[in-house]
């Protein structure tokens, strides 16, 4: 029976029916949720957050309410070795996402452990059914680290792009890490699609660091295109094969106008250490830390493979040679 107080519309792909006559922050605190805390997309426009207020909702709405979950202050190792990415300073070259730990608590505790700065964070809907469900920012805080927002999952460059804005509407986050994958099996990057959804990206204001091939001149490409960090791959995501092609992140590095950071494939301490020491900007893992036996402990050794990776190219490692070269001189031999 229709009834002219009740409307029918479709939250997060579920079917509802609420009250006639809610705004969409009246929505939000129906269903549980604080309006400043989430981000909506309402027949596939992001609306401002400063406007959920005034829209109403309509019957046929479909409708995306998303938040932030998980895919210190610390002295510096270096206190003059500080690196920079679109204007912004960080003193830690480690980025950690927030993935495939077994709680929010451990995902904490590993990020201090690890000295990070920066962590990424996948955006995904809210749990309508369970509102109360603890949340990534519960744990870690936005105002303490700076959040990332990722595409993890994103198979097109509009998909890409329809969730950064989304991520950008809960947040505020211009700072982001774009990845558009080709194909499920080896979540190898499609560069086509990356170098779309880049050039969409930068002409909207956002800052993408882009996770891409170890390619030099796709590199390049991105970085023309306006990606403002360049993040090829060291081995497949969630590998831990370690760097395969030293060469080209090193040819990377030498033609990059922006900082390098390797992104995927790091098992170990010292294939952190092994980027590094190519001259990288720094080093993203989750996998790495996430699976070990003892995430905490992992990312404190993460931590000092990429302190000494870096101390150990900023010194200048010896030649290379073919043959033997004694230490102590032959001269005055007995």
Known sequence: ???????SIHVNGELRHVPAGL?????AALLGFAPEKVAVERNLAVVPRST???VMIEDGDALEIVHFVG??????AIADDSWTVAGRTFRSRLI???GKYKDFAQN???????????????????????????????????????????????????????????????GGWDLVKLEVLGEARTLYPDMVETLRATEILAKEGFLPMVYCVDDPIAAKRLENAGAVAIMPLGAPIG????IQNRVTIRLIVEGAGVPVLVDAGVGTASDASVAME????????????????????????MKLAVESGRLAYRSGRMGIRRYADPSSPLAGLI
């Open 1 to 7: 029976m229709h009834n002219d107080n009740i409307v």
């Open 23 to 27: 705004s969409l922050a009246g929505l």
């Open 52 to 54: 959920l207020g005034q």
């Open 71 to 76: 895919g210190g202050d610390h002295a510096p």
């Open 96 to 98: 950690v996402g927030t």
């Open 108 to 170: 904490a505790a590993a990020l201090e452990a690890s000295g990070a700065e920066i962590v990424t964070v996948a955006v995904r809907r809210v749990n309508v059914s369970d509102p109360k469900a603890p949340m990534l920012t519960d744990f870690i805080d936005p105002k303490k680290f700076t959040y990332l927002p990722n595409t993890a999952g994103c198979f097109t460059g509009d998909d890409a792009v329809r969730t950064l804005r989304l991520a950008r509407e809960a």
């Open 239 to 242: 590998s831990g094969l370690g």
């Open 278 to 301: 190519l001259g990288c900007d720094g080093v993203l893992m989750n996998t790495a830390i996430a699976e070990a036996k003892d995430p905490v402990m992992m990312a404190a050794a």
